[in-house]
């Protein structure tokens, strides 16, 4: 018995053993996360460009041209409105689309809803964005030639070469895209509420309203926060679906921030300009998800008590 505990104890206090379960993992986040970090952050303080192998240190030149010129700022106010709508969107689409799913008795319908829902995620995004391209083309889009046929309009609107309506049309599919992960999501949440608390509560005279307040609000209100900032910091990054779209056009009116660095560091071939630009970004969602994280942790205190 002592020969066998000192053994176990030899093998679970190694540290080389443990350094070897650990090894596998720690590389992986090495390569895909800390390295380029910090090779982003280095060159950021850089003149590297992709012309030229040789650098030198700049100090915070770049960080002072990115944010005094005018198209970074452009690109900032325009990832703000894409964000916030495109989020706001999905919340209030994917939310109702839950509780109605919440709500349906019969187990095919509900099931049939609930594959009906995800197909926007069933496609790549090049699929999705071409798609879309199609059915809002001003020449001979489903959708223009329908509100022309209906009267609605008075010629084909151009959705993506009208400055002034290519960023809603862009939100409206960012939405349309976004909503069916918030809908499972919450959908998931609202399935962990205990039926008990409804039964209770409607024996005590309160209504619909004041059960979705009491109860199912507080039951979800975490999930729901998360899939918040999770949905901020990803649509704040997205490029795909805007760039395969418009590229950032018609003249900038839906460049965002990942175009506007991408355009830096591969038109214009100012790495060192574009690795600033993207340390700027990143400390802006740092700052917004510890945000986002007080509200949840106070959230989560207000449940414990």
């Given at each position: 018995?002592?020969s066998?505990?000192?053994?176990r ?51 915070f030149?770049?960080?002072i ?32 689309g839950?509780?109605?799913l ?32 199609w ?19 008075d ?30 999501n ?16 409607q ?19 975490t ?13 704040f ?29 591969w038109t ?6 574009a ?8 400390l802006?969602?740092v ?7 007080k ?11």
């Amino acid at each position: 018995m002592i020969s066998l505990r000192k053994g176990r104890t030899s093998i679970q206090g190694s540290s080389l053993t443990r350094w070897i379960f650990v090894a596998p993992a720690m590389l992986v986040v090495i390569c895909l996360l800390i390295y380029p970090l910090l090779s982003t952050a280095l060159y950021s303080f850089t003149n590297k460009t992709m012309i030229r192998k040789s650098f030198s240190f700049v100090g915070f030149e770049n960080y002072i041209r990115i944010l005094t010129d005018p198209d970074f700022w452009t690109s900032f106010g325009h990832s703000l409105v894409w964000t916030i709508f495109s989020v706001i969107g999905q919340v209030i689409i994917g939310f109702i689309g839950a509780l109605c799913l919440n709500r349906i008795k019969s187990p095919a319908a509900r099931s049939i809803f609930r594959i009906a829902a995800i197909i926007p995620w069933a496609f790549p995004s090049i699929a999705t964005a071409m798609t879309w391209k199609w059915l809002f083309n001003g020449i001979y889009g489903f959708v223009p030639e329908m509100l022309q046929k209906f009267g609605l309009t008075d010629g084909l609107i151009q959705f993506f070469s009208d400055p002034s309506l290519v960023l809603p049309a862009l939100i409206f599919i960012n939405i349309w895209f976004g909503a069916p992960l918030i809908l499972v999501n919450v959908y998931a949440a609202l399935q962990t509420i205990p039926q008990d608390q409804y039964e209770a509560a409607q024996i005590d005279g309160a209504s619909s309203l004041q059960s979705f307040r009491h109860i199912t609000l507080p039951h979800i209100r975490t999930v729901v926060g998360l899939l918040v900032v999770l949905r901020t910091v990803w649509v704040f990054n997205n490029f795909d679906l805007i760039y395969m779209i418009t590229g950032g056009g018609p003249a900038g009116a839906s460049s965002t921030m990942p175009i506007y660095i991408y355009d830096t560091g591969w038109t214009g071939r100012l790495v060192g300009r574009a690795s600033a630009a993207s340390i700027l970004l990143l400390l802006f969602l740092v700052i917004l998800c510890v945000l986002y994280f007080k509200v949840i942790s106070k959230w989560e205190k207000e449940d414990v008590k």
